[in-house]
């Protein structure tokens, strides 16, 4: 049987996971989401593979997209700090910490050229919104050429039925879907 995944070119991938978490997911919670992504991450640094921490910021919201919609966007009240990584993931000094402007993690960041430094062909994709940036950056993933592995109950949506939308429709057509344990189980046998 094919090993789920390769050390030396599997990198782990956490979209969003800031201080700016709401409580309004489905059908993880945050605090689930956060914990099961942070023990993919020590299991990844244990294990000497990359782990990418990507996050959204801006100084003035200039610099994020604004496009016309037919209902208004809901405001923001973003808190303090609400751009920084959630202290249970303990952003390490050999973790990639990439800023991205809009849903997706490649558009306008080095994540791809990182990854390709490294030999890096397959990414482990965890965080939160399922159907927002995880699933944006997984297309992107897609059409970059790189293998996926969806930690599915490492993620969440803001509601059920979107976040099934995305693990049933999409991802079956670009990558492979696990638990967080049957990721901590491959990287343990690897």
């Given at each position: 049987?094919?090993?789920l995944?390769?050390?030396q ?8 996971l ?10 993880y919670?945050?605090?689930q ?5 942070a023990?993919?991450?020590?299991a990844f ?6 782990v990418?921490?990507?996050r959204?910021s801006?100084k003035?919201m200039k610099?994020?997209p604004?496009p016309?919609l037919?209902s208004p966007s809901p ?6 700090e609400?751009?920084q990584?959630v ?5 390490a ?7 991205k402007?809009q849903?997706?993690?490649?558009y ?6 990182q990854l ?6 397959t ?5 939160i ?14 059409m ?16 059920e ?9 999409i991802f079956?057509?670009i ?16």
């Amino acid at each position: 049987m094919e090993k789920l995944l390769d050390l030396q070119k599997t990198a782990l991938v956490v979209i969003d996971l800031q201080k700016w978490l709401g409580s309004k997911y489905a059908p993880y919670s945050a605090e689930q989401v956060v914990s099961n992504a942070a023990a993919l991450a020590d299991a990844f640094r244990e294990h000497g593979s990359m782990v990418a921490l990507i996050r959204v910021s801006s100084k003035d919201m200039k610099d994020i997209p604004k496009p016309k919609l037919d209902s208004p966007s809901p405001p923001l009240n973003l808190p303090e700090e609400w751009d920084q990584i959630v202290p249970e993931l303990k952003v390490a000094d050999t973790d990639h910490v990439i800023t991205k402007k809009q849903w997706g993690a490649f558009y306008g960041t080095e994540l791809d050229l990182q990854l390709r430094r490294r030999g890096i062909d397959t990414i482990v994709l965890c965080g939160i919104a399922t159907g927002i940036g995880v699933d944006t950056t997984a297309r992107e993933a897609f059409m970059h050429g790189y293998q996926q592995i969806f930690a599915i109950d490492a993620m969440t949506g803001f509601s059920e039925a979107e976040h099934d939308h995305v693990k049933n429709t999409i991802f079956p057509r670009i990558g492979r879907t696990r638990t967080t344990q049957e990721i901590l189980s491959a990287l343990a046998e690897a």
